[in-house]
């Protein structure tokens, strides 16, 4: 019962257009599909489209923090900050 109700749930998502992402139509260097997810009118994912603004996000969207951690590396935290930085990295 549970698995007819959420795949109906599903359907009437796709159906009705609540959910508007889509796979990107580029291409990778060796010829194939992207597999990146895409919300973006032009069906290209971050990766691909020449306008994409690093750090700037839509609100209420979650990216990846672009500060850097004590060790130099990449922070992995999760953030909806406009600034593109999580609670540790933002001044």
Do not use: W
Not at 7 to 31: E, N, P, R, Y
Not at 47 to 66: F, L, M, W
């Amino acid at each position: 019962m549970i698995k007819k109700s959420i795949v109906i749930g599903m359907m009437c998502v796709s159906f009705f257009g609540i959910s508007q992402t889509t796979q990107c139509t580029a291409l990778t260097k060796d010829s194939i599909r992207c597999k990146n997810i895409t919300k973006s009118k032009v069906k290209l994912c971050y990766a691909h489209n020449p306008k994409h603004e690093e750090g700037k996000c839509i609100r209420g969207e979650a990216v990846i923090c672009s500060g850097i951690t004590k060790k130099g590396k990449s922070c992995k935290n999760r953030t909806k900050n406009l600034s593109g930085k999580c609670y540790r990295h933002e001044d």
